[in-house]
Nanobody, 122 residues
């Protein structure tokens, strides 16, 4: 049974940092992504990474501030978020994709975590 377990969300002030973690189990995947969704907005892919190789993706809105990484031995993907802004406030979801074809479309990801709230105050 596939399970994605997220942790690390919380409340921080603008300019602060936060690290999200996602532990995957039950199946092997090609791509892991971190999506975020703010109230009234579409779900957006913030960052993605392959389990094998060095390929990463970042949305323009987070590039230079967020870093996605992995620890294959622990089946864990991380999202290090620095220089946080109020507009980063959203529910963040860990998502897994079986196929190795890159995509930013949420419907193309096969499994999802429960979501974790990130709130950045000004």
């Amino acid at each position: 049974q596939v399970q994605l377990v997220e942790s690390g969300g919380g409340l921080v002030q603008a300019g602060g940092s936060l690290r999200l973690s996602c532990v995957a189990s039950g199946q092997t995947f090609s791509i892991m992504g971190w999506f975020r969704q703010a109230p009234g907005k579409e779900r957006e892919l913030a960052a993605a990474i392959r389990w094998s190789g060095s390929s990463t993706y970042y949305a323009d809105s987070v590039k230079g501030r967020f870093t996605i990484s992995r620890d294959n031995a622990k089946n864990t993907v991380y999202l290090q978020m620095n220089s946080l802004k109020p507009e980063d406030t959203a529910v963040y979801y860990c998502a897994a994709r079986r196929l190795p074809i890159p995509t930013t479309i949420s419907d193309n990801y096969d499994y999802w975590g429960q979501g974790t709230q990130v709130t950045v105050s000004s």
